[in-house]
């Protein structure tokens, strides 16, 4: 009979526990939730400052793709390693000494 008190106690505490636990975290959702429906129609206030980097964001992107079309375009034109377009020949590998 004793351990079985003692069994009771101890989820009595241990679901007390919980349920305090529970209305915490409870309550402070409440709180973000009223905070999220009072500031959900004001204006961003950085929209301005989005709208300046987005347009600077777009103009490097576009330099930055003509950059590298040119570099193609160099890098098509130019001989490589000297040998008009060919590829060089491969070297032949040293013969290999046993031991």
Same mark, same amino acid.
């Given at each position: 009979? +004793?351990n079985?008190?003692? #069994? =009771?106690?101890? $989820?009595? !505490? +241990?679901?007390? %526990?919980?349920?305090?636990? #529970? ?15 009072r ?10 400052? $989005?709208?300046? %980097?987005?347009?600077?964001l777009? %103009? #490097?992107?576009?330099?930055?793709? !003509?950059?590298? *079309?040119? =570099? *193609?375009? !160099? ?9 008009? +377009?060919? !590829? ?8 290999k000494?046993?031991?």
């Amino acid at each position: 009979m +004793g351990n079985i008190t003692r #069994l =009771e106690n101890i $989820l009595k !505490i +241990g679901i007390d %526990k919980k349920i305090s636990s #529970l209305q915490n975290e409870l309550e402070y959702a409440q709180r973000n939730l009223t905070e999220a429906e009072r500031t959900k129609d004001a204006p961003f206030e950085y929209a301005d400052e $989005l709208r300046e %980097k987005s347009a600077r964001l777009e %103009k #490097l992107n576009k330099e930055l793709n !003509i950059e590298k *079309v040119d =570099e *193609v375009a !160099i890098d098509d034109s130019e001989n490589l390693n000297g040998h008009d +377009g060919e !590829i060089p020949p491969k070297k032949p590998n040293p013969p290999k000494r046993g031991r």
